[in-house]
């Protein structure tokens, strides 16, 4: 069975300084991981997704991920907050078996102050 | 038109109305997901379809009837709602089941739905 924890639900930071949002995760096999992220009032929108080949991932707008298989954890990062990074995060896991395909994380709010 | 598009954006309607939620994939995927997002509840999985086939209903009640008429479309058909279902519902779609690799899922804006 797969899982993933978030263990921020909400994170704060002032403009220009960085972004780690945690993520762990469980799973019984070689897991894909997501980031997704969702802006007030609209879908979720892909950040960056592991899928075996590097550990350190790149996304848009200046994110990255590590996954980091003896920690089980796969953190989302960026140098440097903009006040349009200010969304709700979520990480999900699959193992790409059964039927159910995707867990999401509960997510984690991230406020940028000016 | 690009991308998971669903219609309406936004719907109010009382607890004896029925209505139709409607989600249209245009990226070729074979597997589709309706989710409910509710204020500070977690993203709930409702319903999968692969290759128009239901692979999951998780626990929704029947007053939620899906329907999937072919790989690019999707609806979510309501009826006597309680005001307990107001949420955001997401539509999403992925290439397909079951390859770990192909499960990246992309979603629509959503349907705001306000049971009154």
């Known amino acids: 069975a797969q899982s993933v924890t978030q263990l921020d639900s909400h994170v704060s930071v002032s403009e220009g300084t960085p972004v780690l949002l945690r993520c762990n995760y469980s799973?019984?096999?070689?897991?894909?991981l997501f980031w997704y992220v969702q802006h007030p009032n609209k879908g979720l929108q892909l950040l960056l997704k592991?899928?075996?080949?590097?550990?350190l991932v790149k996304g848009i707008n200046g994110f990255e991920a590590e996954f980091k298989k003896s920690e089980t954890s796969f953190h989302l990062t960026k140098p440097s907050a903009h006040m349009s990074d200010a969304a709700e995060y979520f990480c999900?896991?699959?193992?790409?078996?059964?039927?159910?395909?995707?867990?999401f994380g509960s997510g984690t709010r991230l406020q940028v102050q000016p | 038109e690009t991308g998971v598009t669903q219609t309406p954006r936004h719907l109010v309607m009382g607890m004896t109305n029925k209505k139709s939620l409607k989600c249209e994939q245009h990226l070729g995927h074979n597997a589709m997901y309706w989710y409910k997002q509710s204020a500070k509840k977690p993203l709930e999985l409702m319903f999968v379809?692969?290759?128009?086939?239901?692979?999951e209903n998780n626990s929704v009640p029947s007053r939620f009837s899906p329907e999937c008429p072919n790989s690019s479309h999707l609806f979510l058909h309501l009826h006597t709602l309680q005001p307990e279902d107001s949420a955001l519902y997401l539509c999403?779609?992925?290439?397909?089941?079951?390859?770990?690799?192909?499960?990246?899922?992309?979603f629509g804006p959503g349907t705001r739905l306000t049971v009154l």
């Open positions: 379809y692969n290759f128009k086939e239901q692979t």
């Open positions: 999900v896991v699959s193992e790409g078996t059964g039927r159910r395909a995707l867990t």
């Open positions: 592991y899928t075996s080949a590097a550990t």
């Open positions: 799973s019984s096999y070689s897991p894909s």
């Open positions: 999403a779609s992925s290439p397909q089941l079951g390859r770990s690799r192909l499960n990246e899922q992309f």
